[in-house]
């Protein structure tokens, strides 16, 4: 017995979510664990470099399992016809149509809804792993830099750079706003989102004055050829983790902020911003007004 193990994810033209994905993971868990090989077929879209359905010989399975999302569409249907010769078993899936022949294709269909009682999805028993959360807070066009801005170049490597990182990115924004609730409107609420978070990523000022301000490590990096506020902030603050769009680096700080150094460092930042009751700016403003 050999069994191929499939869903929405291993389409071309269906999507890979977070619950299809660990359902299609449980699966073959729970194949495997009973002794019975099992291999999953991805979308190259979602993982270019997995086995896909067009890479895959139907003569070499026994069983084709469908697991999670809706039965329905040309694209089940085509499973039946490529899988003709496997026994073919959809489990966990909606069923919207009973006679539909996406549906009447498999010889069995364990439904968790529309046929039958509701039952619990499979992503409830998925296996997931902790990774870090990352906040991720690039600046804006900032013309006022002239031809030393260099946000562009910098925002595509940093993307392009995240993109290899095992890291749940979370894209923020300190601009508030009172009328949309993608956006925080208060910097109560900004830095709640902050103190929940491993660590940032920034090219802006007040992502790493903020940042450290909730004790949380941040990797910054200038937009600005040559260095512009964030650099000086950086120094003002003295924290080290602050570089250029150059993935070796970027690596290096991405390390130095995920380890106790980093966080302790953080911290030590966090704390320091509370120890006088105002800022050298605000005394100085003070005592000019006063004097």
Known sequence: MRVLVTGWASFRHGEA???????????????????????????DGYLPSARTLAETDPRDYTHLVFACGPVHGWQVEQLHHEFADCERIAVGVSVLD???????????????????????DLSLSGDTAATPVAGVIFAPGQAEYGDRRRHDTVHD????????????????????????????????????????????????????????????????VDPVSGG??????????????????????LEHWWRWCRSSEGKAKAMAVAKSSTEPPMTELVRELREELTA
């Open 98 to 120: 009973a006679r539909d022949p996406a549906v009447t294709g498999f010889h069995r269909v364990l439904a968790r809804d529309g046929c039958g009682p509701a039952r619990a």
């Open 228 to 249: 512009g506020k964030l650099t000086a902030q950086a120094q003002a603050l003295r924290w080290p983790a602050l570089t250029l769009a150059d993935p070796p680096a």
């Open 17 to 43: 979510t977070a619950g299809d994905v660990l359902s299609l993971r449980c699966v073959r868990s729970a194949l495997t664990e009973s002794g019975i090989a099992a291999d999953i077929a991805w979308s």
């Open 157 to 220: 490597t940093l993307s392009a750079w995240m993109s290899e990182v095992d890291c749940a990115w979370l894209p923020l924004d300190t601009r508030l706003d009172t009328t949309d609730w993608r956006h925080c409107s208060t910097p109560d609420q900004f830095a709640s989102v902050l103190s929940r978070l491993d660590v940032i990523v920034t090219t802006r000022l007040h992502g790493l004055v903020l940042g450290l301000r909730a004790g949380v490590p941040v990797l910054a």
